[in-house]
Antibody, heavy 117, light 108 residues
Framework: EVQLLESGGGLVQPGGSLRLSCAAS????????LHWVRQAPGKGLEWVSA???????YYADSVKGRFTISRDNSKNALYLQVNSLRAEDTAVYFC???????????WGQGTLVTVSS | EIVLTQSPGTLSLSPGERATLSCRAS???????LAWYQQKPGQAPRLLIY???SRATGVPDRFSGSGSGTDFTLTISRLEAEDFAVYYC?????????FGQGTKVEIK
């Protein structure tokens, strides 16, 4: 069974940083692209970033230059380094697995990032 | 960037009724990389439809997707109690991936 478990969220001041983690199990981690998607309180889904199985990275314009996605295949872990945080970055951050023949077929339960002074 | 616009914002229906949700793209794309997700309060999204019309594993056949180019539709043939939720369409053909703003299907 595929499992994705996010952690690392919390309350941070504007301009601060966090490192979000996603621990994966139940599939061959190194073979799959992985994504981060966020959802502000009471709002819709917003795609944030992706990393391919080979390590190529992609970002939404809203986070480019501030967020960095990475992966550690030896630890079956996905990361999102979030810097220069703004109030509008407040959201639940989900990690998701990309199934090549479909799309984001497995999701974690999310970790909440709150940016506030 | 492909912008997806979903309509209506809210759909008020009774169990057993048919639901028709629309997703319109700002530009046409030929690879049909359009997905639909269901999300219930406090839960992660669940993949329903990929490739515009293929049901994901375990999705009941009352859910169907159709469309191409710029206009896509999710149809729920007969609403059941567990289908009342928010539905999002998503473009996944190339970066940046984008989501529509969602359609809430609520009990009338």
């Amino acid at each position: 069974e595929v499992q994705l478990l996010e952690s690392g969220g919390g309350l941070v001041q504007p301009g601060g940083s966090l490192r979000l983690s996603c621990a994966a199990s139940g599939f061959t981690f190194s073979s799959y692209a992985l994504h981060w998607v966020r959802q502000a309180p009471g709002k819709g889904l917003e795609w944030v970033s992706a990393i391919s199985s080979s390590g190529r990275t992609y970002y939404a314009d809203s986070v480019k230059g501030r967020f960095t996605i990475s992966r550690d295949n030896s630890k079956n872990a996905l990361y999102l380094q979030v810097n220069s945080l703004r109030a509008e970055d407040t959201a639940v951050y989900f990690c998701a697995k990309r199934e090549p023949s479909t799309t984001l077929d497995s999701w974690g339960q999310g970790t909440l990032v709150t940016v506030s002074s | 960037e492909i912008v997806l616009t979903q309509s209506p914002g809210t759909l008020s229906l009774s169990p057993g009724e048919r639901a028709t949700l629309s997703c319109r793209a700002s530009q046409s794309f030929s690879n049909n990389c359009l997905a639909w997700y269901q999300q219930k309060p406090g839960q992660a999204p669940r993949l329903l439809i990929y490739g515009a019309s293929s049901r994901a594993t375990g999705v009941p056949d009352r859910f169907s997707g159709s469309g191409s180019g710029t206009d896509f539709t999710l149809t729920i043939s007969r609403l059941e109690a567990e289908d009342f939720a928010v539905y999002y369409c998503q473009y996944y053909g190339s970066s940046p991936w984008t989501f529509g703003q969602g359609t809430k299907v609520e009990i009338k």
